[in-house]
C-alpha cells in the first residue's frame, strides 16, 4: 500500500495548500493519504497569535477533510518538544511496517533536506515527492534529486503550478478584512467565527450570509443601516468599516419567530425581564447581540451597540449612538421629523439622540403600546440635551 504523508504549519491551511495536495494525489495514486499538521516546529516557532493545537486540527479538517481515503493525524500535534517528521515517521511504522510511506514536499524543502534532522534515516524510510514549480527550478530541483538519489533515496519530482500565497501573507491579510479568496468557505467561516488571527470578515462575505438569515422585504433596511452607519462613523471619527459590520449584524435574528427567539435565549442563557417578554419587537436586539458573536465572532463594541439599537439606554457610548441612530434615519425610513433627525446625527449625536428617542416615546404612546423602561430611561438621560 502506498501512503503519502503530507505535514507543515497549516498555520492557515489555505487553498495552496490544498492544490499541492491534490496535485500529488492526482500523481502519485495513495491508497492512503495523511495530513499531519506540525506540532512545535523545530525551525520555526509559530508566531504569536497562532491559533491553538486544537484549533489548527479543525481547520486542517475543514481544509482537507473532504478528499477521499485522506485522515487528518494529530500525530504530531500531541507530541511534547519540538516536531520532526522523522520521529513521525517513527511512530507511523508501526501502524505501517511494510507498506510505502511517500513524503510530499515543496521545492525549497527539497534542496534544504540535507539539513533536516536525521535526514538519512527519513531518506530510508520515505519517497520524497517533490513539488516543482518548472523551468525556473528545474535545473536546481533535478540535481538535488540525483544528490539524494546517489545517497541510496527516491525522489518523485511532480511539475506544479501553485496557488501563490503563503500562511505568513494570509495571516498578515486577515485583520485587514481580505484574504478569503485564498481561503475554502469552511476554513474561512471558522477563522471569523473564531476570529482567529485577528481576522475581520470581509464585509462583502458578511453582507451574503446575513442577508439568507433576513426577511427579503427587510434587506434593502439593512443595506441603508450600514451605509448610513459607515456615514456616521466617518463624521464622528470612527472605525468605519466596525461600523458597517454592525449595520449588516443589527438585525440578523430578526427573521425568527417569537418562538425560536426564546428558544434561543434559553439555550443562550440570555436572562429577559417581564417587560421584555411582553414585547416580541425587543427580543431580536438581545438574541442578534449573542448571535452575531456566536455566528461571525462579532466583538464586543458591536455585540453592544446591537443589543442596545432598539431600546436605547442612558450613557450609550457614541458607537451605540451611531447604530441606534442609523437604524432610524437609514435612507428608506420615512417618518415625520426624519429629515431634522438625519441633519442633527451629524451635528450632534446627543441632541439627536434625544429627538430620536421622543420620537420614539411619542410614537409608541400614540399606538397605546407600552414603553419599554430602559427605553424610558434613556428618553429622560438624554432629553436635557433638547432643552
Given amino acids: 500500500m502506498r501512503v503519502l504523508l503530507y505535514g507543515g504549519g497549516f498555520n492557515p491551511p489555505h487553498l495552496g495548500h ?7 494525489r492526482e500523481v502519485l495514486h495513495p491508497d492512503l493519504t495523511l495530513v499531519i499538521p506540525d506540532g512545535e516546529p523545530p525551525h520555526k516557532p509559530f508566531p504569536k497569535g497562532s491559533p491553538d493545537t486544537d484549533e489548527r486540527l479543525v481547520l486542517s479538517q475543514l481544509n482537507f477533510g473532504d478528499l477521499p481515503q485522506t485522515e487528518i493525524s494529530d500525530l504530531a500535534l500531541r507530541r511534547d518538544g519540538p516536531c520532526y517528521m522523522i520521529d513521525t515517521v517513527d511512530l507511523l511504522r508501526r501502524r505501517f511496517p511494510t507498506d510505502e510511506l511517500v513524503l510530499l514536499v515543496g521545492s525549497d524543502m527539497l534542496l534544504s533536506f540535507g539539513s533536516w534532522f536525521r535526514s538519512a534515516e527519513l531518506l530510508r524510510e520515505c519517497t520524497l515527492a517533490a513539488l516543482c514549480r518548472g523551468e525556473g527550478e528545474i535545473d536546481a530541483i533535478s540535481a538535488q534529486a540525483r544528490t539524494l538519489e546517489a545517497r541510496g533515496g527516491k525522489v518523485i519530482l511532480l511539475d506544479h503550478d501553485p496557488v501563490e500565497i503563503s ?3 494570509l495571516r498578515a491579510m486577515l485583520p485587514e478584512r481580505m484574504g478569503k479568496a485564498y481561503l475554502k468557505d469552511e476554513v474561512y467561516r ?5 476570529r482567529l488571527y485577528g481576522a475581520k470578515p470581509e464585509l462583502s462575505w458578511l453582507r451574503e450570509q446575513v442577508i439568507t438569515m433576513l426577511d427579503p422585504k427587510r434587506v434593502p433596511h439593512v443595506l441603508g443601516c450600514e451605509e448610513t ?3 456616521l462613523a466617518l463624521r464622528w471619527d470612527l472605525d468605519p468599516e466596525a461600523a458597517a459590520e454592525a449595520g449588516i449584524l443589527h438585525d440578523m435574528t430578526k427573521r425568527w419567530s417569537a418562538e425560536e427567539q426564546l428558544a434561543y435565549c434559553e439555550k443562550m442563557g440570555i436572562e429577559l425581564d417581564e417587560g421584555e417578554r411582553q414585547n416580541p419587537q425587543l427580543f431580536h436586539a438581545r438574541t442578534g ?3 452575531a458573536r456566536e455566528f461571525f465572532g462579532a466583538p464586543e463594541e458591536i455585540c453592544d451597540a446591537i443589543r442596545w439599537h432598539t431600546t436605547g439606554k442612558p450613557i450609550m457610548s457614541s458607537f451605540e449612538k451611531l447604530l441606534y441612530l442609523a437604524d432610524m434615519i437609514e435612507p428608506n425610513r420615512s417618518f415625520p ?17 434625544a429627538t430620536a428617542l421622543e420620537q420614539s416615546v411619542k410614537s409608541l404612546r400614540k399606538r ?15 432629553r436635557a440635551y433638547g432643552k
Avoid at 490544498?18 to 500529488?24: F, G, K, P, S, V
Avoid at 429629515?339 to 451635528?347: C, V
Wanted: hydrophobic share 50%.
Fill in 229 to 231: 452607519a459607515r456615514s
Fill in 368 to 382: 397605546n403600546m407600552d414603553v419599554y423602561k430602559d427605553t424610558l430611561d434613556a428618553y429622560s438621560w438624554y
Fill in 289 to 291: 447581540a449573542v448571535a
Fill in 190 to 194: 471558522e477563522i471569523i467565527r473564531l
Fill in 167 to 169: 500562511s505568513s501573507r
Fill in 337 to 353: 421629523g426624519v429629515e431634522k433627525l438625519r441633519e442633527l446625527a451629524y451635528l450632534d449625536l446627543n441632541l439627536a439622540m
Fill in 18 to 24: 490544498l492544490a499541492a495536495l491534490e496535485r500529488a
